[in-house]
């Protein structure tokens, strides 16, 4: 599914209008038709509209139109003033006053009004908001805010369109219409509570006026990334699926290693190395009984690796993992740098892994590997020496220039995870605020490293490994609810993996 940000989706809209000859009114008609289909599978009948005086207004006014022909109880209000309402959205306006329909302009009768209906319809600001909202709108969203059941139209306002950021206050709406394509502002940051459930509605702009617009972003829908997921043949064998190799882990941190082995299994890979330390080969051995161990020596609490041993592994390993629980120490900078030098299989960076980059991230331009980092915003802020709060804020611009610049794969985790190639973005809407749990990023380099290894390309990796990932957790959500663990995201990965996966069912 496509995502735009509003300048594209203004251009999609004018190139409708001028080039393809679909006369505005058209559209605000048909987005208020969708909008009716959705009230009305809401079962409610006194529905308040509180209209802005753009476009996302003459929405709510076409909309009042329609609800009142079909016999709804409706009220109508237009803040902040009736008089700025213009072009398309003026002519709805008329004619609902035509009709002979009082639009109010009274923020008490409007609170009043919220307390008694069924559904209010939040068509105040739309996608072009730039700035915060002014101080004569707050309290008329706060009175929305207050309401049974919130729909807003196109986007809830207040919401930023492009960052997903609340733009001094915005109204929480638990539906959301938007129209053709999703916005930034519905999967990223705050905006991606505030929109609730997120409908997209076709009105009538052809396919081709939006394939012109050569929109870079997409994101997860039905059938995507859910089609990337490859079916096995029945006669097959575990070399078709890949020899992996995750190399982590110290005796602080065994758990990591663990982790990351049972996940590349549970994703199917054919054949999982272990490369630790030989000091925590009990308790790996113990609870990965199915994995090929990689044991070396230690020193300085940290794994050795000599060049010898990583030529050894080269030859080995279709796809290589590096950095769950191996550590943040200087002398591991060396073996990194000689996987990237001459590896010429996919490589995962991971956790301490991208620490010990950040002391040279410059190594990522000689690497003969196609490498997929994997930072956390904390991580990504010691890469590229911006502050956390900055990234959270521009999350897909940093993810995207240091992808490119750095010729990788950057998949930047979080509540919407971000994978891109620094050309394409795609924006992940599965997983759970129960995911932030110690682990679970040891459980995605796995999943990845098993994908690597079974031929998908670095970048479908990224974006289908994200998702599963994503999807593991919620399942996991349903049973375990905030208290899930890394080991419950594990245990789901196995059912992820089958030729029936279109089966679940997304929103």
Do not use: W
């Amino acid at each position: 599914m496509k995502v735009v940000n509003a300048n594209e989706m203004r251009e999609i809209d004018k190139r409708a209008i001028e080039k393809y000859k679909i006369p505005g009114i058209i559209l605000m008609e048909n987005a208020a038709y969708g909008l009716l289909e959705e009230i009305e599978r809401l079962n409610g009948k006194r529905i308040t509209i509180v209209c802005g005086t753009g476009n996302n207004g003459g929405d709510g006014f076409a909309l009042a139109r329609l609800l009142l022909i079909r016999g709804y109880d409706v009220e109508v209000f237009c803040f902040p003033d009736l008089e700025k309402v213009k072009g398309d959205a003026r002519i709805n306006l008329d004619i609902l006053l035509n009709m002979g329909i009082k639009i109010y302009n009274d923020l008490n009768k409007l609170e009043n009004s919220i307390r008694y209906s069924d559904v209010i319809v939040d068509a105040l600001l739309g996608t072009g908001l730039s700035g915060d909202v002014k101080e004569e709108l707050k309290k008329v969203i706060d009175a929305i805010n207050k309401g049974r059941l919130k729909l807003s139209v196109d986007i809830p306002s207040g919401i930023n369109s492009d960052t997903g950021s609340i733009m001094g206050t915005c109204v929480f709406a638990d539906i959301t219409v938007t129209f053709e394509c999703l916005k930034l502002g519905h999967i990223l940051l705050e905006g991606k509570e505030a929109s609730g459930k997120v409908i997209v509605k076709k009105i009538g702009i052809p396919v081709s006026c939006i394939e012109e617009q050569s929109i870079k972003i997409f994101t997860s829908d039905k059938e995507y990334p859910i089609s990337l997921i490859k079916k096995r043949r029945l006669d097959t064998n575990k070399g078709d699926y890949g020899k992996v190799a995750i190399i982590g882990g110290n005796y602080k941190m065994s758990g990591a290693i663990i982790l990351a082995l049972k996940s590349a299994l549970r994703s199917g890979a054919g054949l999982v190395y272990g490369v630790f330390p030989k000091t925590i080969l009990d308790r790996v051995g113990a609870l990965v009984t199915e994995a090929v161990y990689f044991p070396c020596e230690e020193k300085h609490e940290h794994i050795f690796l000599d060049d010898y041993s990583l030529n050894i592994l080269f030859q080995k390993s279709s796809a290589i993992g590096f950095g769950v629980g191996i550590g943040n120490f200087d002398e591991l900078l060396h073996p990194l740098q000689y996987i990237l030098e001459h590896y010429e299989g996919p490589l995962v960076i991971d956790a301490d892994g991208l620490n010990v980059l950040s002391r040279n991230k410059t190594i990522l331009k000689s690497a003969k590997s196609k490498v997929i980092l994997t930072p956390h915003p904390g991580e990504m802020a010691r890469l590229t020496g911006y502050d956390i709060d900055y990234i959270n804020k521009n999350r897909i611009n940093v993810a995207k220039s240091f992808a490119k610049e750095y010729n990788s794969i950057v998949l930047l985790k979080g509540s919407s995870t971000v994978v891109t190639d620094g050309e394409l973005i795609y924006i992940n809407r599965t997983g759970n605020p129960g995911m932030a749990t110690a682990g679970s990023g040891d459980v995605l380099t796995g999943v990845l490293v098993s994908l690597l290894g079974q031929g998908y390309s670095p970048f479908e990796a990224a974006i289908l490994g994200s998702f599963i990932h994503g999807i593991s957790g919620d399942r996991a959500y349903q049973k375990h609810g905030y208290g899930l663990t890394a080991m419950d995201l594990v245990d789901n990965l196995g059912f992820l993996f089958k030729k029936d996966i279109g089966s679940i069912k997304l929103e």
